[in-house]
């Protein structure tokens, strides 16, 4: 069977000596720097991406990324759990009833069901992934110019209608994102665009410095700018075995979570935030005592935690098969295959099987590594959380500079993370989030480059993305999408669906 | 003057507009070519009116109809108002419940937003000079040096300035932290990875 044979292959990659060993060290690796406040799996992602550069295999560098990956997911959990402070919005959720059952003495059971749920919810999703992926990878063969650039188009517009916040400001910032992607050598004729004569820039900006910047400075710059206090150590972390009772109770929310996180993860623009929101209303829901939702619910936590485990794995599925990134996450991943020489897509899974399959088994090694590690390793995490943050933040600073510089040595990536730093910041503060722009700059290129070979095989015919079959029903359901966004009505609900009201 | 009811949306509109011009009035010198074959100013020049014109959209809603400032607008990593901040445990008063002032540098004091956080409705008036320009500063000193002076002394630069960034920190302390940062730096980056990078530069006579 095909599907044993492909799971045996990733395995024999994956279970190699050193691949282990860097899926360990980026599991660890995330999770230190996960586990630091107001750091989420973005930035830590944006801030680690420079370290797998330099490998020879792009199989270990990307094994190592997605280490990196569950690591600062679960290490954001525990400081949401333990201090109240979500790294990113889809450990707030976890933070509701993990950080209640915490104060009640209970931070052990939180942190262990935490990890439970997602090592059962990592393994369905591996699966999921296994399972899907080459079959759609087999549509997407099929694609011609005109439907990639219709699916760039719903990928982008889908993006928008599932995130939550000003949908003027995040269209503008996909597009001003696309336009950043257009700096450097056009592809066709060659001739440099937006560069100012600097011959660094012939070859575009800098995505890590982009990101590094985005999510790394103008997180601390944010870090900085409000001075509040809301963090309460739980330093005892005893009894880490949940009861029979307590596993018999997260085992349906877990399990419940785990579909609905697979099934949101491959969605664009959703992915694991918005699997745990739905998955924290969902258990509420279901649940015959809802009201203990909020004061240390234990399906609050195996719930959500599942959830976005499982939608972290799923979110794989449409970069390995269309070269799609379906979130900030995964255009960091994508922008590590290009980096490494490879462009993800279609082909990947043909001419790559080794890597794709080494990276999926990778995946579950990684689950497996993150409960032996992180358990027993619980008091130390706890301890790096006692780092004051006047040592912390420069050190991130000086952290990023030199990743960044390292990537090719060259100063004006440097000086892309400064300004985009800023940039960035001032743009957060005013309501605008950054994920849409990384989407936008990483899509771009692809927009652009199908856009133009598709009307050049068309003879300038524009109706082309209209009239072939695919490339129609992908457009159409992005005017669905964009109306459904825009319609107030409709808006007001949408709202209603992500603010589960009491 | 009008004053208009979100600052956020004007100072973020404004920007649109900015760099949207900026970027239509670029594509102009390049060939723009036609439809049947783009030239590589087309995409830009289309693109940098769009966003343009969403810029001017941000800009009219902010006089008409902002954004509900607080708890509507969503913060930096995503749906933050997905989970109404009623339903956010913060123990009734955080605030006080802040441990004993003897850990004043320690987790405690320090403060990390969440993304429960509401963000500043008037934004501009909300960021401040110091950390904005250390920070920057930080990032541009090490780029600027990191050729010419090596490694270590940028980052012993670029540590000093980002330490200086936060409100408060003396400049004794700011040296410490730089110190201890360079020294970090060079066990990590120098000897344990063993990047090949320059330590001190030409400028330094390395």
Not at chain 1, 133 to 154: H, N
Not at chain 1, 271 to 281: F, N, P
Request: proline content about 6%; aromatic content about 8%; charged content about 10%.
């Amino acid at each position: 069977m095909d599907l044993l044979d492909n799971l045996a292959l990733g395995f024999s990659e994956a279970l190699q000596w050193h691949n282990v060993l860097f899926c360990l060290l980026g599991v660890a690796l995330g999770t230190a720097v996960g586990v630091l406040p107001g750091i989420g799996p973005t930035a830590t992602i944006a801030l680690l991406l420079p370290i797998t550069f330099g490998f020879d295999d792009p199989t270990s560098a990307l094994i190592m990324l997605a280490g990196i990956y569950y690591g600062a997911q679960y290490g954001g959990s525990t400081t949401a759990i333990l201090l109240n402070l979500p790294g990113e919005s889809s450990a707030a959720v976890t933070a509701i009833d993990g950080h209640e059952m915490a104060r009640a003495g209970r931070a052990g059971v939180a942190l262990a069901v935490a990890a439970i749920g997602s090592f059962v919810a990592g393994t369905v999703a591996t699966v999921v992934l296994a399972v899907a992926a080459p079959v759609l990878a087999r549509a997407a063969l099929s694609f011609g110019s005109a439907e990639y650039f219709s699916l760039v188009v719903l990928g982008l517009i889908a993006s928008i209608a599932l995130a939550s916040g000003s949908m003027l400001k995040a269209l503008a910032m996909i597009v001003l994102g696309i336009l950043l992607g257009t700096l450097g050598q056009d592809m066709y004729t060659g001739t440099p665009r937006f560069t100012f004569g600097v011959r660094e820039l012939y070859q575009g900006l800098n995505f890590v410095a982009l990101a590094v910047g985005m999510f790394g400075i103008a997180e601390i710059l944010r870090n900085l700018h409000d001075p509040r206090t809301r963090t309460r150590l739980v330093s005892r972390v005893t009894n880490l075995w949940p009861s029979r009772t307590e596993l018999r109770q997260i085992a349906g929310p877990v399990l419940r979570a785990t579909g609905l996180g697979s099934l949101l993860g491959v969605l664009p623009g959703g992915g694991h935030v918005l699997a745990s929101y739905a998955s924290y209303a969902v258990e509420k829901r279901v649940s015959r005592n809802p009201s203990e939702f909020g004061h240390g619910a234990i399906e609050g936590v195996a719930g959500p935690e599942s959830a976005n485990n499982a939608a972290a794995q799923t979110s794989f599925i449409p970069l390995l098969t269309l070269g799609l990134p379906a979130n900030p996450v995964m255009a960091l991943m994508a922008g590590a295959f290009i980096i490494q020489g490879i462009t993800p897509g279609p082909d990947v899974m043909t001419e790559q099987p080794a890597l794709v399959w080494g990276l999926i088994a990778s995946m579950w090694i990684g689950n497996v590594l993150l409960v032996l590690l992180n358990l027993p390793l619980i008091g130390l995490w706890v301890r790096m959380l006692s780092v004051p943050y006047s040592v912390l933040f420069p050190a991130i600073v000086v952290f990023a500079c030199i990743g960044t510089y390292s990537l090719s040595q060259n100063p004006y990536d440097v000086l892309a993370v400064a300004v985009f730093g800023v940039l960035g910041f001032v743009l957060i503060r005013s309501g605008c989030e950054p994920a849409p722009l990384l989407l936008g700059f990483v899509l771009g290129p692809l927009l652009e480059d199908n856009l133009r070979r598709a009307l050049l095989l068309s003879r300038g015919d524009p109706t082309v993305f209209v009239t072939r079959p695919i490339s129609g029903v992908l457009l159409a359901l992005a005017a669905v999408a964009l109306v459904v966004t825009v319609l107030p009505m409709i808006r007001r609900k949408r709202d209603v669906v992500f603010a589960e009201d009491d | 003057m009008l004053r208009p009811r979100s600052t956020g949306d004007l100072v973020a509109g404004l920007i649109f507009v900015g760099l949207g011009a900026a970027f239509a009035i670029g594509a102009l010198g390049y060939d723009l070519g036609s439809l049947l074959e783009m030239g590589p100013g087309y995409v830009p020049l289309v693109l940098g009116l769009v966003l343009a014109a969403l810029g001017v959209a941000i800009v009219v809603k902010a006089y008409v109809a902002p954004d509900p400032a607080p708890g509507e607008v969503s913060d930096a990593a995503g749906s933050g108002r997905a989970v109404p901040d009623a339903e956010v445990p913060d123990g009734g008063a955080p605030d006080t419940e802040v441990p004993d002032a003897a850990a004043s540098d320690g987790v405690a004091s320090d403060r990390v937003p969440t993304d429960a956080d509401v963000p500043d409705p008037r934004p501009l008036a909300g960021i401040q000079w110091r950390p904005t320009v250390a920070i920057f500063a930080a990032v541009g000193f090490f780029a600027l040096t990191v050729d010419g002076l090596g490694l270590l002394p940028a980052t012993f630069g670029t540590g000093l300035l980002a330490a200086m960034a936060r409100p408060g920190t003396r400049v004794l302390r700011a040296l410490l932290i730089a110190v201890g940062l360079t020294l970090t730096s060079w066990i990590i980056f120098a000897v344990l990875l063993q990047l090949r990078l320059a330590l001190f530069g030409d400028w330094l006579g390395g």
